[in-house]
């Protein structure tokens, strides 16, 4: 029963999650992806992205420190940032990074810097969900994580 | 396939081993198949990673560009496709895309975030069979098998029909490399540009897909029985049926003969319309104009050409045509097919192009161009006489110039006092694969014209006799004529170089008054492959190639310009011109160029009048050689071209005179055929 519960719980942390714009349709290619030989292959994704991530938020955040600012090459990080967002499905993470390449191509430092910090929130706002989400999803049981429970 | 042609031959899946294009895949097909996936990022590359997987397919991931390219060099045939990212840190992926297509010839898909046109057009410039924008879903992945299906089909049709691999094939994007388009357009027909040339990408590969068409080869006996019958029928009242009743081969087909009959036609105007060197291309065209006069700088022929294939304007031509030679710039309607390979030459010798093709980039001025060139060289007179049907295969090739320029640029080489071939300098070597392929098709149809043309060669033998072939190739011409035109990517003269044969043969002949450019001018064209494929290699030779076609003088001066050709005008052909590269040699490519034709001459149209008795054996002995050494993928061409001359012996004297003169076309050539695999990335 609790386990059943506890599913359920899951199944709507999930379903929030594409409600609340955090993710989006990639999310669930990645759940495709995911089966008995790689049964935890979400978790281990977003592991990655978190872990790649984090070196070019700290990439960003020297090159905004820099006056005057480097629009060209903040572009190439968020960019790159960008991609990796995408390829998760971090839907909210990716409209913020498409703010700050705007304000990048217009060269505007304020709006970078703006941009980027509220970027840097929904980057962690979006970890903390996921981290929970899968650490729940291991409580009730690998056969039923968000895979396949599609709503 | 597998074939050793392809690179990336990839037996997909073990199961697959040698599946050809256009047989039955093996049944798991797809499954199996080999994916290489570069990317940066390490997140998107384990999400595709575990996509292809998913497909059944066989995965390898790599995040860095140049651990990726060495992975494939190191195991040529271990991938069937090449998924890469666009932005790298290491190395811009289009670069990467570049080098693939080059060396491997693999097809490639490009995937970037980043959806806009400009990098999606790039991508498809730089060759890519196909560009996903990420976040990539796994039904994008599920269909790639058909890139690897569709390139390894064309592959087999151009071996085939070239009988050489032709890499370039390259995806689309093979292509590739000919820059005859961008040469084209900017008049100079340089090829220095390589594949990067997106131009010439796109076009090349653009004329590959175009030309692809079931090829036969066109061995020199093929060709000799092909002219005598259309001889026999009489040039007016050849048409194809006939021609094959008589010829009565297996297994060639109307269409088959229709288009060499093409090409042979072009050839013949352009041994008739040599005397423009700069409007090489009406030169060829009008038979009696025959003017060498100075071919002048191949950028009349380039403009010919140029024109012809509709890049340069039409004026343009004429006036080139007009100040080169004074002829009638009757661009007749050079059928060339070869326009579409962007050849430069496009003028009037389909025939050309084939040399041009086949030679596809010529680094090296070939000898091989040495029949491309021959068609122009010749005297107005002497063209009318070679007029006769002999299509003016772009020859002259005299690709003479295979500079490593890129093939693409179809120099007419020929201009150089001995219409040499043109080279088709497939642009950039990178485009080597593709253009090969390309060329190596159409040669017989499209005679690659121009693009072929041996620029280098041309460029150079300018300044000695004028090349009065520009050859219609334009392209080609142009390059001679500068002789600077590095003829880099010795676009395929190729046969091709029709134009470069009439350019170049002008030049010396002009002054001999050959009639025995005529013959040559069958001849050039299949020198002009040679030529290309030399030159391709031979950057050295530029001239070489241009040459051989061109020069036959009557008075043969066998000794091969730069040596190579020993054997008599014919081969010299592009020896004459091999002046290596432009300098200095042009004069003796010229001697050797007017040999050649006139040895071709005499051959080819049994004009062979002027011809000495020795000429014709050299010819005839030159034309063996020349299929011997051409390179074994130049050979096709190599043959195409032979085959026009139709003089059996012009063609086996140019060929002899080829294989041996040029010293070793193979090793030039290395051409497979078209391919100009050998373009070092």
């Known amino acids: 029963m609790e386990r059943n519960q506890m599913r359920r719980q899951l199944a709507l942390m999930r379903q929030s999650f594409f409600d609340q714009g955090f993710l989006d349709e990639q999310f669930i290619q990645l759940e495709?992806?995911?089966?008995?030989?790689?049964?935890?292959?979400?978790?281990?994704?977003?592991?990655?992205?978190?872990?790649?991530?984090?070196?070019?938020?700290?990439?960003?955040?020297?090159?905004?420190?820099?006056?005057?600012?480097?629009?060209?090459?903040?572009?190439?990080?968020?960019?790159?940032?960008?991609?990796?967002?995408?390829?998760?499905?971090?839907?909210?993470?990716?409209?913020?990074?498409?703010?700050?390449?705007?304000?990048?191509?217009?060269?505007?430092?304020?709006?970078?810097?703006?941009?980027?910090?509220?970027?840097?929130?929904?980057?962690?706002?979006?970890?903390?969900?996921?981290?929970?989400?899968?650490q729940q999803a291991r409580q009730a049981g690998p056969l039923e994580t968000a895979c396949r429970s599609r709503n | 396939m597998n074939q050793s042609n392809c690179k990336g031959s990839m037996s997909t899946a073990s199961s697959s081993t040698n599946w050809k294009a256009n047989d039955v895949v093996p049944d798991q097909f797809p499954a199996g198949l080999r994916v290489l996936v570069v990317d940066d990022d390490p997140t998107c590359l384990v999400i595709l990673e575990k996509m292809l997987r998913t497909c059944l397919y066989e995965v390898t991931k790599c995040n860095r560009a140049e651990v990726a390219l060495s992975m494939l060099r190191e195991n040529k045939n271990g991938f069937d496709i090449v998924i890469s990212d666009v932005h790298m840190p290491d190395m811009d992926g289009f670069k990467l895309l570049e080098h693939i297509g080059l060396e491997m010839d693999l097809p490639v898909i490009m995937m970037s975030a980043d959806d806009g046109k400009q990098v999606v057009m790039k991508g498809v410039t730089h060759g890519a069979c196909d560009y996903l924008i990420k976040p990539v879903r796994i039904e994008a992945l599920k269909n790639i098998w058909q890139h690897v299906v569709r390139k390894k089909k064309n592959e087999w049709k151009d071996l085939e029909q070239?009988?050489?691999?032709?890499?370039?094939?390259?995806?689309?994007?093979?292509?590739?490399?000919?820059?005859?388009?961008?040469?084209?357009?900017?008049?100079?027909?340089?090829?220095?540009?390589?594949?990067?040339?997106?131009?010439?990408?796109?076009?090349?590969?653009?004329?590959?897909s175009t030309l692809k068409k079931p090829r036969v080869v066109w061995s020199v006996e093929l060709h000799q029985?092909?002219?005598?019958?259309?001889?026999?029928?009489?040039?007016?009242?050849?048409?194809?049926?006939?021609?094959?009743?008589?010829?009565?081969?297996?297994?060639?087909?109307?269409?088959?003969?229709?288009?060499?009959?093409?090409?042979?036609?072009?050839?013949?105007?352009?041994?008739?319309?040599?005397?423009?060197?700069?409007?090489?291309?009406?030169?060829?065209?009008?038979?009696?104009?025959?003017?060498?006069?100075?071919?002048?700088?191949?950028?009349?022929?380039?403009?010919q050409t140029l024109s012809v294939t509709g890049q340069l304007p039409a004026q343009s031509l004429a006036t080139l045509q007009a100040a080169g030679l004074g002829r009638s710039t009757t661009k007749s309607g050079i059928p060339m097919p070869l326009v579409d390979q962007r050849n430069l030459f496009s003028f009037e010798n389909p025939k050309l192009r084939f040399g041009e093709g086949q030679q596809q980039q010529m680094s090296s001025n070939k000898p091989m161009n040495l029949l491309h060139g021959i068609p122009t060289t010749m005297e107005p007179k002497q063209l009318a006489s070679l007029h006769q049907s002999a299509q003016s295969i772009g020859s002259m090739n005299m690709q003479v110039n295979t500079h490593g320029g890129q093939g693409s640029s179809l120099l007419m080489q020929m201009a150089q006092p001995q219409s040499r071939g043109q080279i088709l300098n497939e642009s950039t070597s990178s485009h080597g694969p593709r253009l090969p392929s390309s060329i190596g098709q159409p040669i017989m149809t499209n005679g690659i014209a121009g693009g072929v043309i041996g620029r280098n060669g041309i460029g150079d033998n300018s300044r000695g006799t004028g090349y009065n072939q520009?050859?219609?190739?334009?392209?080609?011409?142009?390059?001679?004529?500068?002789?600077?035109?590095?003829?880099?990517?010795?676009?395929?003269?190729?046969?091709?170089?029709?134009?470069?044969?009439?350019?170049?043969?002008?030049?010396?002949?002009?002054?001999?008054?050959?009639?025995?450019?005529?013959?040559?001018?069958?001849?050039?064209?299949?020198?002009?492959?040679?030529?290309?494929?030399?030159?391709?290699?031979?950057?050295?030779?530029?001239?070489?190639?241009?040459?051989?076609?061109?020069?036959?003088?009557?008075?043969?001066?066998?000794?091969?310009?730069?040596?190579?050709?020993?054997?008599?005008?014919?081969?010299l052909v592009h020896q004459g011109y091999s002046s290596s590269q432009r300098s200095g040699q042009n004069r003796n490519a010229s001697a050797v160029g007017r040999a050649m034709f006139s040895g071709v001459e005499c051959v080819e149209q049994g004009n062979m009048q002027n011809f000495s008795p020795h000429l014709n054996n050299l010819l005839v002995d030159n034309s063996i050689r020349v299929k011997a050494e051409t390179i074994p993928d130049a050979n096709s061409q190599t043959t195409l071209f032979t085959e026009h001359f139709g003089q059996d012996d012009l063609m086996s004297a140019l060929l002899k005179q080829q294989q041996g003169g040029i010293g070793t076309a193979e090793t030039d050539f290395d051409l497979d055929g078209y391919s100009m695999d050998n373009i070092p990335v």
């Open chain 2, 162 to 208: 070239s009988g050489s691999v032709e890499e370039g094939d390259r995806q689309p994007k093979l292509s590739e490399d000919v820059d005859y388009s961008s040469s084209a357009n900017e008049g100079n027909w340089k090829n220095s540009k390589k594949r990067k040339d997106e131009e010439e990408e796109t076009e090349e590969r653009d004329d590959t």
């Open chain 1, 32 to 134: 495709e992806l995911q089966d008995d030989a790689n049964p935890n292959f979400v978790e281990e994704v977003v592991t990655l992205y978190y872990r790649d991530s984090s070196r070019l938020i700290l990439n960003i955040d020297q090159a905004l420190e820099r006056n005057p600012l480097d629009f060209n090459k903040l572009d190439n990080y968020m960019h790159q940032f960008k991609g990796s967002s995408t390829s998760i499905g971090a839907k909210k993470v990716k409209a913020e990074c498409t703010q700050f390449r705007e304000y990048c191509k217009a060269g505007n430092s304020e709006g970078c810097m703006r941009t980027f910090q509220q970027l840097k929130k929904e980057y962690a706002i979006l970890k903390r969900k996921l981290e929970a989400f899968f």
């Open chain 2, 225 to 303: 029985q092909f002219v005598a019958a259309v001889n026999q029928l009489g040039i007016d009242k050849a048409v194809p049926k006939k021609i094959l009743e008589l010829m009565n081969v297996p297994g060639l087909t109307r269409e088959n003969v229709a288009s060499h009959l093409q090409k042979y036609r072009l050839y013949l105007r352009r041994l008739s319309g040599v005397s423009q060197h700069q409007g090489m291309n009406n030169s060829f065209m009008s038979p009696q104009d025959a003017t060498f006069g100075a071919m002048s700088s191949l950028n009349g022929l380039d403009l």
């Open chain 2, 470 to 571: 520009v050859p219609p190739s334009s392209s080609m011409l142009s390059f001679p004529m500068n002789h600077t035109t590095e003829l880099a990517g010795n676009s395929f003269p190729l046969g091709s170089s029709p134009g470069i044969s009439n350019a170049t043969s002008k030049g010396p002949f002009q002054e001999e008054g050959n009639s025995e450019m005529k013959g040559s001018a069958g001849f050039i064209s299949s020198y002009d492959i040679f030529n290309d494929l030399n030159q391709h290699q031979h950057k050295s030779h530029d001239w070489e190639l241009q040459n051989v076609g061109l020069h036959f003088d009557a008075s043969q001066n066998a000794n091969p310009i730069q040596g190579n050709l020993d054997v008599s005008p014919s081969v």
